[in-house]
């Protein structure tokens, strides 16, 4: 490109190596998005474009910066954040704040929308295929609350109906019949809060992962809902568990309209609440798709097969 005006921004040394990245690479990744040239020269970054273009480029290695500040490793997934945000104005907002590890933190714009709208919004639609982080995010920001006090309780529920089982195939009390649909749950919520603390802290009651049928009747206050694989609730369960919403508690609604498991798929409650709530206030939707899928890169290119097929005429 051709070298055009340039300013120079001040940055720890660490913070240079981040935006600078392995080989160079998150620099051209910013370049690229930018059209910008991007020197480190000693003690900051050197950006040489036309004035938008450094603009730009200056928020983004500003967010960068930010996340070293705070102790946070840089990826070449924050970087995109980054760059997106700049791009888009968006929110700032890219860590739950809970995990025994430090802040959990986006890796895509859709998570970091999806964390922002769980911070400012009552009700929150997470939707999207597997592995975008729809459900994690959500457990690690309501773990977050509970720790720091903002809720007394998080709560966990989702249909005990997959792949067409039902509770009563399996063997065993109903715990023992309840934890193999819940097992998701429980391994994000070790990996956030360790198992020593989320023994203790469900001992207290403080955590409780039940199915949907074990809302009915209860107002849930000062807590933080999650209602997981929310494809598979009817209409009417889908309205039940909204309305259980009481004072001083939020809710998170996960699911993939397009993995319905009901016998009924037309029934789904999740594409129908979807439908009527949406622009509702303290109503947020989050749109996840298969380029924000953060498992093996491989669940992606697969997840995207289905799609093509899916659409085929």
Same mark, same amino acid.
């Given at each position: 490109?051709?070298?055009?005006?340039?300013?120079?921004?001040?940055?720890?040394?660490?913070?240079?190596?981040?935006?600078?990245?392995?080989?160079?690479?998150?620099?051209?990744?910013? +370049?690229?998005?930018?059209?910008?040239?991007?020197? /480190?020269?000693?003690?900051?970054?050197?950006? *040489?474009?036309?004035?938008?273009?450094?603009?730009?480029?200056?928020?983004?290695? +500003?967010?960068? &910066?930010?996340?070293?500040?705070?102790?946070?490793?840089?990826?070449?997934?924050?970087?995109?954040?980054?760059?997106?945000?700049?791009?888009?104005?968006?929110?700032?907002?890219?860590?739950?704040?809970?995990?025994?590890?430090?802040?959990?933190?986006? @890796?895509?714009?859709?998570?970091?929308?999806?964390? !922002?709208?769980?911070? /400012?919004?009552?009700l929150v639609f997470g939707l999207g295929p597997a592995g975008t982080g729809k459900t994690f995010l959500a457990v690690a920001h309501?773990?977050?609350?509970?720790?720091?006090?903002?809720?007394?309780?998080?709560?966990?529920?989702?249909? &005990?109906?997959?792949?067409?089982?039902?509770?009563?195939?399996?063997?065993?009390?109903?715990?023992? @019949?309840?934890?193999?649909?819940?097992?998701?749950?429980?391994? =994000?919520?070790?990996?956030?809060?360790?198992?020593?603390?989320?023994?203790?802290?469900? !001992?207290?009651?403080? $955590? +409780?992962?039940?199915? $949907?049928?074990?809302?009915?009747?209860?107002?849930?206050?000062? =807590?933080?809902?999650?209602?997981? +694989?929310?494809?598979? /609730?009817?209409?009417?369960?889908?309205?039940?568990?909204?309305?259980? $919403?009481?004072?001083?508690?939020?809710?998170?609604?996960?699911?993939?309209?397009?993995?319905?498991?009901?016998? *009924?798929? *037309?029934?789904?409650?999740?594409?129908? =609440?979807?439908?009527?709530?949406?622009? $509702?206030?303290?109503?947020?939707?989050?749109?996840?798709?298969?380029?924000?899928?953060?498992?093996?890169?491989?669940?992606?290119?697969?997840?995207?097969?289905?799609?093509?097929?899916? *659409?085929?005429?």
């Open positions: 490109m051709t070298r055009g005006p340039s300013e120079f921004t001040a940055l720890p040394d660490d913070a240079v190596r981040a935006v600078s990245g392995p080989g160079g690479r998150h620099a051209a990744l910013i +370049e690229d998005a930018f059209h910008v040239l991007i020197e /480190t020269p000693g003690g900051g970054v050197s950006l *040489n474009g036309d004035a938008r273009a450094r603009r730009l480029a200056r928020q983004a290695i +500003e967010t960068l &910066a930010a996340r070293v500040a705070a102790g946070l490793e840089i990826s070449t997934a924050d970087v995109r954040v980054a760059i997106d945000q700049a791009r888009t104005g968006g929110p700032a907002t890219s860590t739950a704040p809970a995990g025994r590890r430090g802040p959990i933190a986006a @890796k895509t714009a859709a998570q970091a929308s999806y964390l !922002e709208a769980l911070a /400012t919004h009552e309501g773990a977050g609350l509970l720790r720091t006090g903002a809720v007394d309780r998080l709560i966990v529920t989702r249909p &005990a109906v997959e792949a067409g089982e039902r509770l009563g195939f399996l063997p065993g009390d109903l715990t023992e @019949k309840v934890d193999p649909y819940m097992a998701p749950v429980w391994e =994000a919520l070790t990996d956030i809060l360790g198992a020593d603390a989320l023994r203790k802290r469900r !001992e207290r009651g403080e $955590i +409780e992962v039940a199915p $949907i049928a074990f809302m009915r009747g209860r107002t849930l206050s000062h =807590a933080f809902i999650i209602v997981d +694989e929310a494809q598979n /609730t009817t209409r009417l369960q889908m309205k039940m568990v909204l309305t259980r $919403i009481g004072e001083g508690s939020r809710m998170a609604v996960t699911g993939d309209p397009s993995q319905v498991d009901l016998v *009924n798929p *037309n029934d789904s409650g999740l594409a129908h =609440a979807v439908s009527i709530l949406d622009g $509702i206030e303290g109503v947020a939707m989050r749109r996840f798709s298969s380029s924000d899928i953060v498992r093996h890169p491989l669940v992606g290119r697969i997840v995207k097969a289905y799609d093509a097929d899916t *659409n085929r005429p």
